[in-house]
């Protein structure tokens, strides 16, 4: 039996905080915004999660029952524990924040990773609704993903399946944050696009991007950012965003002839923000080099539906799940 009732959903990151009421066909109401301010420490942000909690139920119409909090983590989970295990963005070891926020909510708790959390919702509510195999690629500050199997959200043996941001593409290309060579993380995310404007800028090409960044007030560039310099044909940015994208095709054909999944979808910031424009020619340049060229238009290969509410649906779903396989109907007063 599915849980019934709203399951506040959370999108716990780095920078900010998004949380909101998910009902059981997937929207989201009551949507709440804070910066993380991690440098405060694991109090200071649990702090901020109980007093987002406690201002959606107070939100919600009276009596409305509450059947779990569930929340996406930028970091490896110990998911049967409720243990953020290492989450470097938050400066986070071994936090157990499910039996922290379970003492001072009354509610059950959940974790996950927050990518895994964000394809499930696409998959669940999205442009992956009623497929059985789908890949989910993040770019952002870093390339996160997860992959859908027979309907279901794939953890693998380890319960750490979806890091395909790590898959290596090119045996001689830039390190990666992690220590191998050649990730796609290395070559296609925001901050290895960034790495590259600079080296570029540096051996005398003219770019307005890092002017745009100070204006800004970016100290790293943004999708925002990205986004302007595109509009405006800045000629480092179209040369490296250029690049990225021919690097994200290879990966994603990669992925396709490994898996041949029915929908590959694109999220994070500049996804959201450039759409088509952003996956059309990873899309078209994959294609070329699928292994099976028959019915390639069933492979869909787009970008987000749902956007930045993606993970807050999807750690909702996440959430009735769990409940439906410990064989409860948990609902707790608002």
């Not at 059947?67 to 071994?94: M, T, Y």
């Not at 100290?219 to 595109?230: D, K, Q, R, Y």
Request: contains cysteine; hydrophobic residues 45%.
């Amino acid at each position: 039996m599915a849980a019934s009732g709203i399951v506040i959903g959370i999108d716990l990151g780095g920078t900010k905080i998004l949380a909101g009421a998910v009902d059981e066909a997937g929207a989201v109401t009551h949507v709440q915004r804070e910066l993380t301010h991690a440098q405060d420490g694991a109090d200071a942000v649990i702090n901020r999660l109980v007093g987002m909690i406690d201002r959606i139920r107070a939100a919600l119409d009276p009596g409305t029952p509450v059947a779990a909090v569930s929340i996406g983590v930028p970091g490896g989970v110990n998911i049967e524990a409720g243990i953020v295990d290492k989450a470097p963005n938050l400066r986070w070891l071994n936090v157990p924040l499910a039996a922290l926020l379970e003492a001072r909510t009354g509610l059950p708790i959940f974790l996950d990773n927050d990518v895994r959390v964000a394809v499930l919702g696409e998959h669940a509510y999205g442009v992956g609704r009623g497929t059985q195999t789908m890949i989910g690629v993040w770019v952002g500050t870093g390339i996160g993903g997860g992959i859908i199997i027979n309907g279901r959200l794939h953890q693998g043996s380890r319960g750490v399946a979806g890091e395909i941001g790590h898959s290596i593409v090119v045996r001689k290309g830039p390190q990666c944050p992690c220590g191998n060579i050649g990730c796609i993380e290395a070559l296609a995310s925001r901050t290895s696009m960034e790495r590259d404007v600079r080296q570029l800028i540096k051996k005398g090409m003219k770019s307005k991007v890092l002017e745009r960044m100070e204006k800004k007030g970016r100290t790293v560039i943004s999708s925002g950012v990205i986004a302007w310099s595109l509009e405006r044909q800045d000629p480092v940015m179209v040369k490296v965003f250029q690049r990225a994208q021919r690097a994200l095709a290879t990966f994603t054909a990669n992925m396709v002839n490994a898996l041949d999944p029915e929908v590959v979808v694109f999220g994070g910031g500049i996804a959201e923000r450039l759409g088509e424009a952003f996956v059309g020619p990873i899309r078209d340049q994959a294609r070329e080099k699928f292994l099976s060229k028959r019915d390639v238009e069933k492979i869909q290969i787009v970008p987000t539906q749902l956007k930045e509410v993606a993970p807050i649906a999807g750690a909702a779903f996440l959430a009735r799940q769990r409940l439906e396989k410990r064989g409860q109907v948990l609902s707790v007063a608002g």
